[in-house]
């Protein structure tokens, strides 16, 4: 059974970093893209960015790009995202997810889904 565990979430002020991670546990996931979303009160979730587990290749959404960084740890089944430059607008629940396949920006693409971490940022 495919688990996705995602922490590292918490409040922040504005300008800062955090590292999200997510574990994953129940099966190979060479064939797998791990993509980030998040979703702010009163609002769809959205797409952040996504690896391609085999080959480490990212996809990142406009909005967070040159901001926030997608990397994965084979040894540890764990994928990171660490966030720099934060701003208030960057609060949400942010949930990691597992597709077979290619990367896509696409929620009702992933099948897998961890149960999602806070991230608040403060101005």
């Known amino acids: 059974q495919v688990q996705l565990v995602e922490s590292g979430g918490g409040l922040v002020q504005a300008g800062g970093s955090l590292r999200l991670s997510c574990a994953a546990s129940?099966?190979?996931?060479?064939?797998?893209?791990m993509g980030w979303f998040r979703q702010a009160p009163g609002k769809e979730r959205e797409f952040v960015g996504a690896?391609?587990?085999?080959?480490?290749?990212?996809t990142y959404a406009n909005s967070v790009k040159a901001r926030f960084t997608i990397s994965r740890d084979n040894a540890k089944n764990t994928v990171h995202l660490q966030m720099n430059s934060l701003q208030p607008e960057d609060t949400a629940v942010y949930y990691c997810?597992?597709?077979?396949?290619?990367?896509?920006?696409?929620?009702?693409?992933?099948?897998?889904w961890g149960q999602g971490t806070q991230v608040t940022v403060s101005s």
């Open positions: 997810a597992a597709r077979y396949g290619s990367i896509s920006g696409v929620p009702g693409r992933y099948a897998y």
């Open positions: 690896i391609n587990w085999s080959e480490g290749g990212t």
């Open positions: 129940g099966r190979t996931f060479s064939n797998y893209a």
